[in-house]
């Protein structure tokens, strides 16, 4: 008998460890924050224009529609031929933020899936103020053993580079004025 329950113990801790091996990719998110030198209204005057990309350097084309209003879209066409589709869910211009997603995955533009994105501005006092750029995705590749270029950490590798790429032009436009 006790033979039997050994048996039956062993199977059921194989069958659960293989269960757990086998539950693919998991939400993988990103927050970097950064601190401007300008007031925290004119900082959002700038990170609000849903419409406004000239900033981010990976982009050389972008059309959109519906301005920065709730369900807004924009395409955007990157230096490396990819193009990258993305809607407007939340503007909240009383918190100072704003959240979109991306419409559809382009794993080349970006190795990740399933990717939504938020942006903040807060106030630090008179002359300063923060920019945090928040993002949440999949890696590229859902299931498991991914390649070295769809995993979590290459997915994490290419969000951050571009959040600091970004957070970094975007401190420059706002504190130059231009």
Excluded: C
């Excluded at 224009?49 to 920065?68: I, Y």
């Amino acid at each position: 008998m006790r033979a039997m329950f050994a048996a039956l113990v062993a199977g059921a801790l194989t069958l659960f460890t293989g269960a757990a091996e086998a539950h693919g990719p998991t939400r993988q998110k990103v927050e970097i924050t950064i601190d401007v030198a300008a007031p925290a209204a004119k900082t959002w005057a700038v990170v609000s224009n849903f419409q406004d990309l000239s900033w981010l350097a990976p982009v050389t084309k972008l059309e959109g529609t519906g301005g920065s209003d709730i369900g807004a879209e924009r395409t955007l066409t990157l230096a490396n031929g990819e193009v990258v589709k993305e809607k407007l869910e939340k503007f909240d211009p009383t918190k100072m933020m704003l959240f979109y997603r991306m419409d559809g995955d382009n794993i080349k533009a970006l190795p990740v899936t399933n990717y939504s994105s938020r942006l903040t501005v807060k106030s630090v006092d008179d002359t300063h103020s923060t920019i945090t750029w928040w993002g949440a995705f999949y890696r590229g590749f859902p299931n498991n053993d991914p390649p070295p270029e769809l995993s979590d950490a290459a997915a994490i590798k290419a969000v951050t580079d571009l959040y600091n790429l970004g957070l970094g032009a975007l401190k420059t436009k706002i504190e130059s004025g231009k």
